[in-house]
């Protein structure tokens, strides 16, 4: 069976959502909507500064996307009551404004017609969220889910290995995050988030982050234990979460990367990968594991205060992963 998807919202995320779904037999993107004017689109999709070109074909006829000889529906509505999903037959819209992350604003894509909504971020209520390879098993028919954010996309799964095997008393994580669209080029107005409005390639900005928090809701053996901060560094692209954790039970260090490589190659194949190679964050565009454990950067003072450090392609990785949940509530 396949999968027909709607995306609203063709920003960064709907954007990888919709090239990364070019490359799966199991789903099928049939409409997009944005405000955007579609040769605009066209373009957006064909060309890309960070990952390059459109590994296809993208035509424009009768107002619509052509794309691999696949007509894609475009429109340009703002509420999304108004999308007629069910014109196009959309099992699953794929959620990517950030505007609409309650259940109240995205159930409009029901109304419309579509049978079930993936949120593109974490949810601003109780809006169950699911993060690939740590709670997948505990979801349960619900019409909307969250695939919570790239952030919590990487924490999660190298959180979970830890907690499962030694135990997590405590833990603060830090996200060294390249920027993103929110923030300005250069120093501008920024009511809510003072530091925020700073220029973004001149800065090491420090930012907040819910994501170690939300790791306690996809994980609720943690919650409570984590809490974190991000800096929003001048780079295009791809991220690393730094935990700093005390465990339960006392383990070298090599004993957590056994931990790491043994799930990256069994339960969590697929989410956590695992490398011993001299990295940096370029060598992970592209990456579609949402979470690489990089044996070698990380630090043990004793045997239960540990610093442990993961890669994650902020884009591509999450994209990827909204992709698979979309499959796995189609199940």
């Known amino acids: 069976m396949t999968i027909k998807v709607?995306?609203?919202?063709?920003?960064?995320?709907?954007?990888?959502?919709?090239?990364?779904?070019?490359?799966?037999?199991?789903?099928q993107v049939v409409g997009i909507n944005d405000l955007i004017d579609v040769e605009y689109m066209a373009y957006m999709l064909k060309y890309?500064?960070?990952?390059?070109?459109?590994?296809?074909t993208v035509e424009v006829k009768d107002g619509n996307l052509i794309v691999n000889g696949n007509t894609v529906r475009v429109t340009a509505e703002r509420n999304p009551e108004d999308l007629k999903w069910n014109e196009i037959d959309v099992d699953v819209v794929a959620e990517a404004t950030g505007l609409f992350l309650t259940d109240e604003t995205a159930r409009k894509h029901i109304t419309a017609g579509a049978k079930k909504v993936v949120l593109t971020g974490p949810s601003k209520d109780a809006t169950?969220?699911?993060?690939?390879?740590?709670?997948?098993?505990?979801?349960?028919?619900?019409?909307?889910?969250?695939n919570a954010s790239c952030t919590t996309n990487c924490l999660a799964p190298i959180a979970k290995v830890l907690n499962d095997k030694f135990g997590i008393e405590s833990g603060l994580m830090t996200t060294v995050h390249a920027t993103t669209a929110t923030q300005k080029t250069v120093d501008g107005p920024s009511a809510k988030d003072w530091r925020g409005g700073r220029g973004a390639s001149q800065n090491i900005i420090p930012s907040s982050t819910g994501a170690a928090k939300a790791v306690g809701v996809v994980l609720p053996e943690v919650n409570g234990l984590l809490t974190g901060m991000a800096f929003r560094?001048?780079?295009a692209n791809v991220s690393v979460v730094d935990l700093t954790v005390n465990l339960k039970t006392g383990a070298s260090y090599e004993a957590i990367c056994a931990a790491m490589k043994e799930a990256s190659e069994g339960e969590m194949a697929g989410v956590l990968g695992y490398t011993e190679d001299a990295v940096v964050s370029q060598d992970f565009?592209?990456?579609?594991?949402?979470?690489?454990?990089?044996a070698k950067a990380g630090v043990a003072l004793t045997d239960k205060f540990v610093k442990v450090v993961s890669w994650y392609d902020n884009e591509i990785g999450y994209s990827n992963k909204v992709l698979d949940l979309i499959a796995h509530i189609s199940k």
């Open 48 to 56: 890309d500064s960070t990952h390059g070109r459109f590994n296809g």
């Open 6 to 27: 709607g995306i609203n919202g063709f920003g960064r995320i709907g954007r990888f959502v919709f090239r990364a779904a070019q490359e799966r037999a199991d789903i």
């Open 128 to 146: 169950p969220m699911f993060v690939n390879g740590v709670n997948f098993n505990t979801y349960a028919g619900q019409d909307i889910v969250s």
């Open 285 to 294: 565009i592209g990456e579609t594991q949402t979470s690489v454990f990089d």
């Open 233 to 235: 560094v001048p780079t």
